[in-house]
Each structure stands twice: as structure tokens, then as C-alpha cells.
């Protein structure tokens, strides 16, 4: 499990003396509508030059929660701060953040170019001073050409830029960006995740980033939040909340992105290799599994455990082939159901008796002929390593592991 008091720095220098400066915190923020409870206690920091991602399902909060920042909505208790001020009660126009949202909401009778100097001249910009910003605004977001048309004339991956633009020239302290990419289609999402990448790295404002797209948000962010039920569930960077998700939710709804599943266990534990630092776990009659302790956490003989393993983690093993597992290695017998070939990939759905006939994944790269790769009602063993058994702190009984309610 991530460490939740680790303070934000980029991947590249991830030292103690690197730490960014706090511009967006969040402490025991609740917020119902009626007798709904959207936010509950929520705490959260972001940092300073961060591309930050709140990540959750429909219902979970997230538009709740930006538009707060905003200042559309105040909490009913907890403090929202910007840069060590709180703004609870102070309106949107007098917080130095700006939002992008979904729907553009670009000015249709107005050209690109007014349409970003809009908020400058509001600002009080005139002369050589507006043109001039503007103009690096759409150099920013690579529209210098496109300057003189209207929005109707535009892609709709352009008129997002133009509304990143707008927001970014009037050079805000945090820039909230309400699931932008939601109106796009998927080939054009995807280029427009690599530029709102190149635009945050380039600009170095605060990003604060809503979206529902578990894959977009591992792929933007420096850190994310994995919101749900309008509580927070894991913070951390992305290959933290997806390597070692906290708890049953983080783990199913942060899917593998080639299976769009993951695999969930339950097990008791029957020992401990205190020489490994691993648990013995017991998966039905007979079948044994291994799994690293957290830090600072205890299991109890006898006490019920739940684990993950992700797909692309599982290998696949004829039971009478001439390469076995390597020694250690977790391993579960089963019975191919159902082989899925994805063109790069190979999803192989295998029935495994000891975890009550539930099907398991195994996601496996194509290095093989697909002709090579068995078929249905073939016995296998799908094999891992022991530190691939990550087990889930909400349904396990491991003490100093309760589910998270973030906090960095």
C-alpha cells in the first residue's frame, strides 16, 4: 500500500529534498445533498506543478469535489485551501484557479483569437500586451494558424485546445479540467493525452484533472486519488495505486487496461516464512499461495485474506510441458475455458477448481504462434511470483491496514 504521507515530486527525482510546496488542500471536506452524503470527510493535498487526477466511477464525487475548488459549492464543514488560504465562502471569480470543462463552452460567435483574449480583456489587458499573450497561448496549444476561425470550424480535440488556451492565458495558480476528453473519440483522446501532457510539462501550472477513465488517468498523472462513495480509497503514483492497489474496489475498478479485469482471491492464512517475509496462504483443498506481508501489518493463522494478482502477472504452463514454474512461484491448477486473441496479446480464461471454479485471467504477449497456444479443455498451471500477491487491506484481516481514507 502507497505511503500516504509521501509529498508529491516528479518520477525523475523521487528524493526526501525534493518536495513541492501544497497548492490545493483539502481537510475533512463533507458536503450532502438531502440526506446524500456526496462527500464525506474527504481530505486531499495537491502540490505544486502537479498533474493530479481524481479517479472514480459515476456518483463517486469528483464533480462535487471541483467544482468546490471552483467555488460553485462551498462544504458544509472542512476547509478548502489554495496556496495556504482557505476559500470557503470566497466566490470563484476571486480564486486564482481556471476550469476547462467538457462541453468547450467557447463563445460561438467569436473567433479563436477573441475567444481566448476574452478573459484578458475582463482582466484589463489592451494593446500589445493581449496580443502577445494570446498569441503564445495558441503557440502553447499549437493553433497560431487557426486564429481567425470560428468554433464550428474546428475538431473537437481543436476547440479543447482552444478552451486550455483560455484558461491557461489568464495564468492561473491551478488550472481544474472536468473530464475534457469525454466527447472525443478514442483515437483523438489519445493525442490529445500526449499534448495535454506536453502543455502541463511546458507551462508547469497545477493541473487538478477529473475523469471516470481509469487508463487516462494512469496515463496523465504524476499522483491520482481513487474516489468512490465520496470518500477517498488510495493515493499515489500511478504504478503504486496499480501495482499495489489498497483494497478490493482500487484493485476491480483499476483493471488491467489489455483485459479489462483483474483477478481477486480469497484465502486463509495457514503460516508465515518470517526468513522471506512472505505469508502462506491456503486457496481451497490443497492449492498453496505466497504473498508479501505490507509493512507494519500482522495476519493471524486462520485469518481470512483477500489477494490480487494482476493478468499480466500470470503465466501459463502445460502440466506436462517440458519448462515448469521456477521454484517458489505461486501456483494454481486449472482448466483452459475460453482463449481470446487480441492481435499483440492472448487472454486465456482458466477455470480453477480450488478457487471454487471461479476463472481466473492470464493476459499473455503473442511471442508464440497462436496455433502453439492450447485450446480450450486443456489442463494448465498458471504460475507468479509471490510478490505479484498483492493482498487487499478493506477485506483482509491485517492489522494497521484498514481501508485508506487519503491524505497526501
Not at 493535498?45 to 464525487?61: A, T
Not at 475455458?337 to 499483440?344: L, Q, S
Request: with cysteine; glycine share 10%.
Amino acid at each position: 500500500m502507497t505511503d500516504e504521507s509521501a509529498e508529491f515530486h516528479p518520477r525523475e527525482q523521487r528524493t526526501p529534498d525534493t518536495y513541492a510546496p501544497v497548492a490545493v488542500a483539502l481537510s475533512g471536506v463533507t458536503r450532502s445533498y438531502g440526506d446524500q452524503v456526496v462527500l464525506d470527510d474527504l481530505s486531499l493535498r495537491v502540490h505544486e506543478g502537479e498533474f493530479f487526477s481524481i479517479l472514480g466511477p459515476s456518483g463517486s464525487g469528483k464533480t462535487t469535489l471541483l467544482r468546490m475548488i471552483a467555488g460553485f459549492a462551498d462544504p458544509e464543514r472542512g476547509s478548502i485551501e489554495l496556496d495556504g488560504v482557505d476559500m470557503v465562502g470566497v466566490p470563484p471569480y476571486r480564486r486564482d484557479v481556471n476550469t476547462v470543462f467538457q462541453s468547450y463552452a467557447l463563445f460561438p460567435h467569436l473567433d479563436v483569437w477573441n475567444n481566448v483574449a476574452y478573459a484578458l480583456r475582463r482582466k484589463g489587458l489592451r494593446g500589445g500586451e493581449l496580443r502577445r499573450r494570446v498569441g503564445e497561448h495558441l503557440e502553447l496549444v499549437q493553433l497560431s494558424g487557426f486564429a481567425r476561425r470560428r468554433p464550428h470550424q474546428l475538431s473537437g480535440g481543436q476547440q479543447q485546445r482552444v478552451a486550455v488556451a483560455r484558461a491557461l492565458a489568464a495564468r492561473p495558480r491551478v488550472l481544474l479540467l472536468d473530464e475534457p476528453l469525454g466527447a472525443l473519440d478514442a483515437q483523438l483522446r489519445g493525442r490529445m493525452q500526449v499534448e495535454l501532457m506536453r502543455i502541463q510539462r511546458e507551462v508547469g501550472t497545477t493541473f487538478l484533472y477529473i475523469t471516470h477513465d481509469q487508463e487516462e488517468a494512469l496515463v496523465l498523472s504524476h499522483r491520482l486519488a481513487v474516489l468512490a462513495g465520496g470518500r477517498i480509497r488510495q493515493v499515489g503514483y500511478p504504478e503504486d495505486v496499480y501495482e499495489r492497489p489498497a483494497t478490493r474496489f482500487v484493485a476491480s475498478f483499476l483493471r488491467s487496461s489489455a483485459t479489462g479485469t483483474t483477478n481477486i482471491l480469497d484465502s486463509e492464512v495457514v503460516g508465515h516464512d518470517a526468513a522471506a517475509n512472505l505469508l502462506e496462504l491456503a486457496v481451497g483443498a490443497g492449492a498453496r499461495l505466497r504473498a508479501a506481508l505490507p509493512a507494519e501489518a500482522t495476519a493471524r493463522p486462520g485469518s481470512r485474506v483477500t489477494l490480487t494478482v494482476r493478468p499480466e502477472k500470470v503465466h501459463v504452463y502445460d502440466v506436462d510441458g517440458a519448462v515448469a514454474p521456477p521454484a517458489g512461484w505461486c501456483l494454481l491448477p486449472g482448466t483452459v475455458v475460453d482463449i481470446v486473441y487480441t492481435g499483440v496479446s492472448t487472454q486465456y480464461l482458466v477455470q480453477v477448481p480450488a478457487a471454487g471454479g471461479s476463472t481466473l485471467v492470464a493476459f499473455v504477449q503473442n511471442t508464440r504462434r497462436i496455433s502453439d497456444a492450447g485450446g480450450p479443455g486443456q489442463p494448465v498451471l498458471l504460475a507468479w511470483e509471490p510478490e505479484h500477491s498483492v493482498l487487499l487491506a478493506e477485506d483482509a484481516d491485517l492489522d494497521g491496514h484498514g481501508p485508506a481514507q487519503a491524505g497526501s
